[in-house]
């Protein structure tokens, strides 16, 4: 490797890779030319869990771990060999894998809200925090009457059932389905029916926009005739009311991971199976043992001739 006195330093260097002839990546200045982090093979090391040589996704107290070893370590609970507790063992003690109080040092995948050892998700958040997180939003979203009714349903959407801004702003009046008693919503080959308190709020939206858009296909119609809402728009809002829709769609995919079968969230939500399948394992949940009872809390939404119950954090 050259030192840096005899290399220009460049932000963000996207050029032809010398090795594998890919264009436009990132590259990295090495003896053998410059190449891409793929074909860097300094980047390459044997990874202390499992001696691969592979690349290495951390460092754990200076010692490399692969990405495999690194999402099992911060996801899969264990007895620790010290004191015989369970908990996360990201530290190797004497070669054993042990927990941050027997290392005598601080946990690197402790929850960033709580502080607690749970299974922490991508942001350092642990599952029971961002779903608090969650039911605070959505209750935010009904209660707020000072925002605008479409940036409120659009936020619900997204948080409710992880639809992206862009595919809520693009929803047509044909769409929504709307019963004497109940407000659907056809994304895919089954009906979502809407919890009550967001299909009184739809009611009200679509009220407005037969008055003031009567011959508008979009259920969200925009401030140009023909245009429905743009969603950087309402991202914006969105934002200014504190909600950030990422991390929102995250936690509501998670959740409804936990508590719908993979093949009836991917119909429900117009997703591959194998989309939901990688929510489901994600959220560390076995359906092995579907159907089964669930609390009396719980809302139900009806899919077609088949009826599960969901916890939509409304009760």
């Known amino acids: 490797m050259y030192c840096h006195s005899c290399i220009p330093v460049r932000r963000?260097?996207?050029?032809f890779c010398t090795s594998c002839g890919a264009t436009g990546v990132r590259i990295v200045r090495t003896t053998n030319g410059a190449v891409c982090a793929a074909c860097d093979i300094n980047a390459f090391t044997h990874c202390a869990r499992c001696d691969a040589t592979t690349t290495i996704a951390k460092r754990i107290n200076r010692t490399p771990v692969c990405a495999p070893c690194l999402r099992f370590l911060r996801?899969?609970?264990?007895?620790?060999?010290?004191?015989?507790?369970?908990h996360l063992l990201p530290y190797l003690h004497n070669g054993r894998d042990v927990c941050p109080r027997c290392a005598g040092l601080t946990s690197i995948f402790s929850c960033s809200d709580c502080g607690s050892d749970a299974v922490p998700l991508p942001g350092d958040t642990c599952l029971d925090c961002r779903y608090t997180q969650w039911r605070s939003t959505i209750a935010r979203l009904l209660e707020d009457e000072t925002a605008p009714v479409p940036t409120r349903l659009i936020g619900l959407l997204a948080v409710m059932f992880g639809l992206p801004i862009t595919t809520s702003t693009g929803v047509r009046r044909d769409q929504l389905l709307v019963g004497e008693n109940t407000v659907r919503l056809l994304l895919s080959q089954d009906p979502l029916n809407l919890p009550p308190q967001i299909a009184e709020l739809m009611r009200r939206h679509l009220l407005e926009v037969?008055?003031?858009h009567p011959t508008s296909e979009w259920a969200f119609p925009g401030r140009h005739r023909g245009r429905h809402l743009e969603p950087l728009g309402v991202t914006r809002r969105l934002r200014r009311m504190g909600i950030r829709t990422a991390a929102a769609q995250t936690a509501a995919a998670l959740q409804l991971a936990r508590d719908i079968p993979a093949p009836v969230l991917a119909d429900l939500l117009g997703w591959s199976v194998e989309r939901a399948e990688d929510w489901a394992s994600a959220a560390a949940h076995d359906w092995t043992t579907y159907p089964e009872l669930r609390s009396p809390s719980r809302k139900v939404i009806t899919l077609g001739t088949v009826r599960k119950t969901v916890d939509l954090g409304l009760a």
Do not use: I, L, V
């Open 210 to 212: 037969n008055r003031r």
């Open 12 to 15: 963000n260097p996207r050029r």
């Open 75 to 86: 996801t899969t609970p264990r007895e620790c060999p010290s004191c015989r507790e369970m």
